[in-house]
Each structure stands twice: as structure tokens, then as C-alpha cells.
């Protein structure tokens, strides 16, 4: 009994200690936020990798769950409410949940994950000591731009995989139900309220920032060789998954 | 001026540095040399702040580099050119953009002038017109040279060389033992050097120091070295398998 409460508080100690040193990461990288301008090089390059580079699978994911919503909307409306509503159903429920959820977690596995594995390579092969020695700080080089671009690009993709999302659940409508394209989007339409949608973006905003602080403090405390990155590479997408999943339940407390 | 002071590193219960006191001369050339697994790389290390002693410190030029603040201390590391033993290039970057780094973040000279810079110090290293190539495209003994071209590029005072010569054909270490020499006698470089070469020691050392069980346990010039009395300094320059040093590893 002893041993399980004291394995338990050393548990919840590592825990609180990690936590705190993300934060004490975030910390100095938010310093170097002040040199975006400077930086924008490096800034622009991540916002290509993470952001543009995401867009096909984005559209991807963004299509099937606007479809899958669409026909498991239809199926709980079949004969209580009319399917003139399920335009307005289904895209409430891509904006504020389906969107950003998805999207962060299909980035989680792209993006979070080569993070954490980039510079977890870098670490073991002794490019980030080589950073240092250069008088360069990894947090500024390698961090900021990719926590920046976690941050601001995440929304972005997540307004492409709404739009797409939309366009899917129209299309299975389309197919299954005949539903002609005023009645969906006219419904869409009516629901249609901006704060939904931003609402959604904000948790985006959330995740985005999450996956990719996730992704560079796995990375800077790899250890261990080839060995050691691929573990990294699977805590970061574990970490980061549970973390958008516990985010997206506080933020819904919060905003509604 | 660089003044190690009773330096001590463990990793976990592994003693590696149990108090190494060891001053470095402005303008010399100081040959570290030692067992593998010794801990030159670890010492190395230690004098850029790579890594932390656990007891002990360090003053570059009178400035304890465990005291000063982040700026303060990437001052002092532009001094210094670090070439890592593994080469430690960045392998999403051309040779040419592993050279430039330093002077693309810390200079505002023109992308004209940065490219004549790199250009040059590749002639330096024996690798001229290699510019465009990838580190995964190199040799073992290329990405050496690469590395000490990236070391070299900010015009050091210090150079830190971890096993400059190791994996490079006779010829070619040769050249490179030159290089050291001539950086240090016209631009009055500083030089620490761990080599296992023992033609190099010979050729580069104004100064040999030798660490063992974590301590500094010789210090002298070449001819010193060669004719010192202590023992494991001698067995380790004759290259003996007899001796107080045995063959089969040690636990520290
Ligand atoms: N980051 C680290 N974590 C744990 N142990 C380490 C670490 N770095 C070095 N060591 C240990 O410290 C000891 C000294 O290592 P170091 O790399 O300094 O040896 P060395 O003298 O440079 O050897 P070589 O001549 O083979 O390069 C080794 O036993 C090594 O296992
Ligand atoms: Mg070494």
C-alpha cells in the first residue's frame, strides 16, 4: 500500500517537473518571438513544412469526416427532424469540433511527431551542441520558428479542413439524399454564427501550439541513439494527442 | 587565457573528470592525449559550456563561463571554433550552408562576401569546389574537414580540435597537422588538440598533457614525453602492451 502512494507521489512529482520545464521552455522561446522579423527566414520554412505541406492530408482527413458526419447526422435525424436541418447539424458540428480536433490530431502524427524526431536526431548526433558552440541558441534557431508556425498555421488548416469538411458532408448528402444544394447550405447558412466558427479556431490555435511544444521538448530531451528517437518520435505523438484531447475538454468548459 | 580548476564530471555513478587542473597559454598548442574513454571529449566540452561540471569551473580570459549570463556567454563562445569529433554537421544544410551559419546569424556581410569566405577555408581544408554538396554525400575524413572549415570560419582565437586527423589517409593528416600550425603561428590562434596520433603530437605540440583516471597526470614538451619516467605516460607513448595499464577496460 505504501509503495503503491509513494510510487504514485513520485509519479505526480516527475510529472509537475516536466510540466514545469515545458513551461520554462516556453518561456525563453517566447522571448525570441520578439525576433520574428529578424528570423523570418526560419520562420517561413516551418510555415512551409508544417502549414503547406499539411494541406494534402488535411483535405484529405477534412473530406471523410465532413462525409461521416453527414451520414451520421442523417441517420439520428431519419424521421424525427426533417434533413432540411442537416446542413445546419452537421456544420456546427464540423466548426466547433470535428474541424480542429482532427486537424490537430492528423498533425499531431505528422508534424509533432518529425519534430520530435528531427531534433531528437540533431541531439544525438551532437548538431545541437554544434548550434551552441556556433553561439547559436537551439530555442531561437530551431524552437521558435517551429512553435510560431505550430501556433499560426494550425487555424489556417483548420479553416481548410472546415471548408472541405462542408463540401463532403454536401456531397454524401448529394449522393445519399438528393438534397438539393439551396436547402443544405441554406440551412448551413441560417445556423451559420461566427463565434462557432471562431471558437473553433481558438482550440485550433490551441492544439497547433501544443503539438509543436510538444514535438520540440521530446526532441531537446532525446536521448539514447537511433533507439532513443524513434521513443521520442512515439511520446511526442502520444503526449501531444492525449494533451489536444484534455485541451479540447477544458476549452469546451470554457467557451460554452 | 583558459584555466581549468579542479574539475569534476560524473555520469550517474560513472566518474569521468575527478578534478582536472589544467591552464592553457595564450598562443600555444596544447596536446591532450589519453586512453579512449578517458574523457578528452568531456573536458572539451567543459570549456564552451557544453556541458556542466559537477564540481569545479573554468575561466576563459578571467570570465567564469559558468557565471555569465546567456549573452555574455555566446560572446565568449564566438571566440572559440569547436571541430566535434563526430564532425557534427547539420545534415539539412549544404557544406557550404554548414560553413556559413556562423557568419549568416552573427555578420552582415553580403551573400558575395560570405561565399568568397567559405570558398576560401574549403582551399584551407584541401576541399576546394565542394560547396553544393550534402554531408551524407561526404567521407568520414571529408566531413572532418568540413567541420574544421565551419570551426574556422569566424577567425577564432581559440580552436578546439576533438581528433583532427582521425580517419584522414597519412597525407592528408599531414596537411591538416599543418594547417593547425599555421593557424596558430600567423593568427596567433590558441590551439587545444585530443588526438590519438602520436606523428601529430610529435609534429603540432608546443605542450602535451596526458589524462588518466579522470586527472591530469603529465605535463611537459614532446621530448619530455618521450622520455619521462612515469610509467603509464611511458607504456601509452610506446604504445606497450605491458604495463600498468591494462589492456581490458577500466572501470573509473
Ligand atoms: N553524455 C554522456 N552521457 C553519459 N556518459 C557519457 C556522456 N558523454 C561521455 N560519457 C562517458 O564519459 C566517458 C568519457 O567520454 P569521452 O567521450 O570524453 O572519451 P574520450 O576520451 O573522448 O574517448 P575517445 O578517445 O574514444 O574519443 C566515457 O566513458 C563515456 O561513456
Ligand atoms: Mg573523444
Redesign the pocket.
Known amino acids: 500500500m505504501t509503495n503503491i502512494v509513494s510510487s504514485l507521489g513520485r509519479t505526480t512529482i516527475a510529472f509537475i517537473l516536466e510540466a514545469g520545464a515545458v513551461f520554462i521552455m516556453l518561456g525563453k522561446v517566447s522571448r525570441y518571438l520578439l525576433q520574428l522579423w529578424k528570423n523570418r527566414r526560419l520562420v517561413y520554412e516551418q510555415m512551409m513544412v508544417i502549414g503547406v505541406q499539411s494541406v494534402p492530408l488535411v483535405l484529405f482527413v477534412g473530406v471523410f469526416a465532413g462525409a461521416v458526419a453527414s451520414i451520421q447526422t442523417a441517420y439520428q435525424l431519419k424521421g424525427y427532424i426533417s434533413y432540411n436541418y442537416l446542413g445546419a447539424a452537421t456544420s456546427v458540428a464540423i466548426f466547433i469540433e470535428l474541424g480542429p480536433v482532427l486537424t490537430a490530431l492528423v498533425i499531431a502524427g505528422r508534424v509533432g511527431a518529425s519534430i520530435a524526431a528531427e531534433i531528437g536526431t540533431m541531439k544525438v548526433t551532437e548538431q545541437l551542441d554544434a548550434l551552441e558552440s556556433l553561439a547559436i541558441d537551439p530555442l531561437r534557431y530551431l524552437a521558435m520558428p517551429r512553435i510560431f508556425s505550430g501556433f499560426f498555421m494550425i487555424p489556417i488548416l483548420t479553416i481548410l479542413a472546415d471548408f472541405v469538411g462542408i463540401m463532403g458532408a454536401y456531397l454524401v448528402a448529394y449522393i445519399n439524399l438528393d438534397l438539393a444544394p439551396e436547402i443544405f447550405f441554406g440551412s448551413v447558412k441560417e445556423f451559420f454564427s461566427l463565434l462557432n466558427v471562431f471558437s473553433g479556431l481558438i482550440k485550433a490555435f490551441f492544439f497547433g501550439g501544443t503539438t509543436a511544444i510538444i514535438g520540440c521538448y521530446v526532441g531537446f530531451n532525446t536521448s539514447g541513439g537511433a533507439e532513443g528517437v524513434g521513443q521520442s518520435t512515439i511520446r511526442a505523438f502520444v503526449l501531444s494527442s492525449a494533451l489536444i484531447l484534455l485541451n479540447d475538454y477544458l476549452l469546451s468548459i470554457i467557451l460554452f | 587565457m583558459i584555466q581549468i580548476n579542479d574539475l569534476h564530471k560524473s555520469?550517474g555513478d560513472?566518474v569521468?573528470l575527478r578534478g582536472v587542473d589544467l591552464e592553457v597559454y595564450d598562443g600555444e598548442r596544447l596536446v591532450i592525449v589519453?586512453r579512449?574513454?578517458?574523457?578528452?571529449?568531456?573536458?572539451l566540452k567543459h570549456i564552451i559550456n557544453l556541458m556542466e561540471p559537477d564540481k569545479g569551473y573554468i575561466l576563459v580570459d578571467n570570465i567564469a563561463i559558468r557565471r555569465v549570463g546567456q549573452s555574455d556567454l555566446f560572446f565568449l563562445r564566438k571566440q572559440f571554433g569547436f571541430l566535434f569529433?563526430g564532425a557534427a554537421l547539420f545534415d539539412s544544410m549544404s557544406v557550404s550552408e554548414n560553413i556559413a551559419l556562423p557568419l549568416v546569424e552573427h555578420t552582415n556581410l553580403t551573400s558575395a562576401e560570405i561565399a568568397k569566405k567559405v570558398a576560401e577555408k574549403l582551399e584551407m581544408v584541401g576541399l576546394p569546389g565542394i560547396e553544393e554538396l550534402r554531408p551524407s554525400e561526404l567521407s568520414g575524413g571529408m566531413k572532418k574537414r568540413v567541420g574544421l572549415a565551419r570551426a574556422i570560419i569566424m577567425d577564432p582565437k581559440y580552436i578546439l580540435y576533438d581528433?583532427p586527423t582521425t580517419g584522414l589517409d597519412p597525407i592528408m593528416a599531414a596537411n591538416i597537422d599543418k594547417l593547425i600550425i599555421e593557424l596558430s603561428e600567423k593568427l596567433k590562434v590558441t590551439s587545444i588538440v585530443?588526438t590519438?596520433d602520436m606523428q601529430s603530437v610529435a609534429k603540432v605540440a608546443t605542450r602535451v598533457v596526458m589524462l588518466h583516471l579522470g586527472k591530469i597526470i603529465f605535463s611537459g614538451s614532446v621530448d619530455e614525453l618521450y622520455n619521462t619516467e612515469n610509467k603509464v605516460v611511458a607504456q601509452f607513448v610506446k604504445a606497450e602492451a605491458e604495463g600498468p595499464i591494462q589492456p581490458k577496460p577500466i572501470k573509473y
Do not use: A, I, P, T
Open positions: 555520469f560513472k569521468v589519453g579512449s574513454g578517458c574523457g578528452k571529449s568531456v573536458l569529433q581528433e585530443v590519438h
